[in-house]
Structure formats: C-alpha cells, structure tokens
C-alpha cells in the first residue's frame, strides 16, 4: 500500500492569523508525505507569508483570488479536485462565514461548493476563541459534519497565554489520518484491533528490573496502519522508546493506550480486553521469564550472583478464543526464522505469524527499520516484505491482512 497521502489532493485554506506561516511548515509536511498540496490565500493571509513561499513549497500555484484567469484551475475546479479541505489557521470571521453559509472569497466559497471532508484548525487570540459566537458557529460546522480540531493551549502572539494556538502539525497529520480512513471502505473498516507493543518489566527488587530491547516502534507503526485503513485501535503498552510513544501520541493523543509493566499485567490487560476486539495482534515482547522478587534491595556480597527465575504465562497461548477472533503473533527470530515462525503459527493456534529477524544489520530491534514475513494459516504462500522503514512495511503487512481475511 501507498502512503495514506500518497497522490491525494490536499487543499489548504490559509486564513489571515499570525499562525498561518505555520501553514507553510504544514504544506511542506503534507508534500513529504506525497500528497498533492493546494493553496488558497486569502487577502489578510497572504500579509503574513506571501504566495511564493507557498507555490515554492507545494509546487502548485496559489490560489489567491476568485477570478484568476492565471491559476491552471478554474475556482470551481479545486473544490471538486480536492480529497480533503484543511481550513489552517482558521481565523474567527471564516468560522463565521462558513457556519452561516457566506461565499464572498475564495475560500468560504470553496467550503460551501465543495463535498469533501473538511477539518477546520482554528488558531486566534484566546478571547475570541472563547468567545461564545465564535464557540456556536463551531458547534453548527460540527453539526454540519465538519471535523473542528481543539487548538493548542500555551502562550499566544499576543502576549497573553490560553487556547488558541495552532496545533502541532503531528496531530493534524493525525486528524488527516483519521478523517480520510473514515471516508473509505476497507475490509478493516471499524475492526477494533487490540494490540500489545513493547517489552514487559520484570521486577527483581524495588530497583531493579529484568528487560528486553524492544522500543515498541513497530507496534506502533502498525497501529498508525491500522487507524489508516479505518480500523479503531487500543494498545496495551509495556516498556516503550520515549520517542516512538510521543510520536503516535502526538498523532493520536493517549485514550487508547494503556500502559502495564509486567507480562502478568499485561496478560491480565489483554485477557481484560479481548472480549471487545476483533483481532487480537501481539506485537509485544513479552518476557518469558520472571525472576522471584525481592521485597528489600539485594545487597551485593562477594562472588558472583544467580537469579532464579521462573516462567510467565504465554499470554497467546492461553487466550480464549471461543468467538474465533483473528490472531496475530510475532515471531522475533536470530536464525531458521521461517520453521520457528511456522512452528509458533501451529502451536499458538495463530492466524497469522509475522517474522522479523533481531539479529546482524537487518535487526528489527530499537531501529526505524525491519524485513519481516507474513505466514498465515492455511496458507502454504510466505509474503516477504523486504527491508524498509517500520512504518512503511506496517502499512503494506495490514492491506495484505485485509486482503486475506477478506478472502
Ligand atoms: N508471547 C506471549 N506471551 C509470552 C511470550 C510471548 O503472548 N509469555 C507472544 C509474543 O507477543 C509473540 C509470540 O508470543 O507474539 C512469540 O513470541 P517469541 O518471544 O518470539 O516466542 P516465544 O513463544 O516466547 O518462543 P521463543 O522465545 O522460544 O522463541
């Protein structure tokens, strides 16, 4: 599969608040991630970053007048042309033309004659934003079936701190993500997949603990995949990379994640929640062993130290699968990958087993990249997906499983 953006038309309409050069750091977003990005200014707008700055950016001319005879798109063109219309920043007053109706620009225009989906960013001075005429004509474009994102809180051009501020382009893109997935059909359309990401905590004494190397990147890329085609998320997450967990939160914000430390948490998580789900995709690195804790700090002594441990539960094996939910295991393998994948795929009674090697240059653990291979049941085909960005090979793993499962 593509990038979710890949050849979508993606208009923005820049509107006349300080925030709207940071439209121009969002349209060269939006373009690094393939989409085809289009630009209406309008007259205030174009006062605080000019016309060039966006068509340098998108490659595409700029929109700033109604009747432009120079633009390579007739005005009315671009609201048929368009996959997703983005007003950012939203100012007040396009907040109010377009609740009420009113095309007298380019821009509230183009929202009244075009049947996209449209996401409205509001950024403006926090008074005005509060304001309660400004707070109803969001309310009717939300009941017109516009998506209105909450914008930042913090300190504003002004001078003065509250909500008002752009969003941080992560979440927009996010917003992005979820509005054009709800606009498709896809075999994962609304499938909740309940899925399990980075490695467990075991506990040797209050300070001490026993884990594994797992960031939790991947779990997350295939969360991003999963949102993208439609499918709702909840994720069940151990002990996970910093930067991979602010990265989809950013995106997606924390309601559907839940954090647990050890594998008993998390078996008791999943257990918790596999009633709600359609497919369950264990992703994470559970820990096999767990070593008896100590309740007062282990002193050191002399000589060498052993640790007993004993082991946790498979939480896979041991899942109630009475209602035939999809299954998804991972197989994190040094070496014979494909008999050890095949092994646990029968073993743990699996739909689908996804292999990915932890060892040499194409190690898949802490990095940005994996090589994995899909085995699914019954199935004697293996689907090889070569070396790439997580994300990227996450995409392509979850429009193949929505190919079979549609089968
Ligand atoms: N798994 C699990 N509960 C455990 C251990 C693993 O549910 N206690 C799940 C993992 O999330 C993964 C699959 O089982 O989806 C395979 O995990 P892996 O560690 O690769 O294999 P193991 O079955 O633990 O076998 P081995 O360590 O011998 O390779």
Do not use: W
């Not at 991947?218 to 997450?237: C, P």
């Not at 994640?257 to 992703?283: G, H, P, W, Y």
């Amino acid at each position: 599969m593509k990038s979710l953006l890949e050849g979508k038309h993606i208009t923005i309409c820049v509107t006349g608040g300080i925030a709207a050069y940071k439209a121009a750091a969002l349209a060269s977003f939006l373009k690094k991630k393939k989409a085809e990005v289009h630009i209406i200014l309008t007259k205030n707008a174009a006062r605080f970053v000019s016309a060039i700055t966006f068509k340098s950016l998108t490659g595409n001319p700029v929109i700033t007048k109604m009747f432009d005879s120079s633009s390579f798109i007739p005005h009315i063109s671009i609201a048929q042309l368009s996959d997703l219309i983005l007003v950012a920043p939203a100012t007040a007053n396009v907040i109010a033309k377009a609740a009420n109706g009113i095309a007298d620009d380019m821009v509230s225009t183009t929202l009244l004659s075009s049947t996209a989906p449209k996401i409205i960013v509001p950024a403006m001075n926090t008074a005005m934003y509060e304001n309660p005429i400004t707070q109803h004509n969001l309310k009717k474009l939300i009941n017109f079936g516009f998506d209105v994102m909450e914008p930042d809180s913090g300190e504003m051009a002004c001078g003065t701190s509250g909500k008002g501020r752009f969003p941080e382009i992560n979440r927009i893109y996010g917003k992005i993500i979820q509005t054009l997935s709800a606009k498709q059909v896809t075999p994962l359309s609304n499938k909740k997949i309940l899925i399990t990401a980075g490695g467990t905590i075991e506990d040797i004494d209050p300070v001490r603990y026993i884990s594994n190397r797992s960031s939790g990147q991947t779990a997350f890329a295939f969360a991003e995949a999963f949102i993208a085609t439609g499918a709702k998320v909840h994720i069940i997450a151990g002990h996970v990379s910093e930067r991979a967990l602010d990265n989809f939160t950013s995106k997606f914000g924390t309601n559907d994640i839940t954090m647990i430390r050890s594998a008993a948490d998390m078996k008791k998580a999943v257990d918790e929640n596999f009633e709600e789900c359609d497919m369950l995709f264990m992703c994470a690195a559970v820990a096999d062993y767990k070593p008896n804790y100590s309740n007062h700090k282990i002193k050191k002594a002399d000589g060498s130290l052993s640790l007993e441990l004993s082991r946790t539960e498979d939480i896979l094996q041991n899942i109630k699968n009475d209602s035939n939910k999809i299954i998804v295991g991972f197989a994190a393998e040094t070496d014979n990958i494909e008999e050890y994948a095949l092994k646990k795929l029968e073993k743990k009674n699996l739909d689908f087993v996804i292999a990915n090697k932890v060892c040499g240059n194409e190690s898949a653990i802490g990095g940005e990249c994996s090589s994995l291979i899909l085995f699914a049941k019954d199935k004697k085909e293996q689907i090889i997906f070569p070396y790439l960005p997580k994300t990227e090979n996450a995409f392509k793993v979850v429009e193949k499983i929505g190919e079979l499962i549609k089968d």
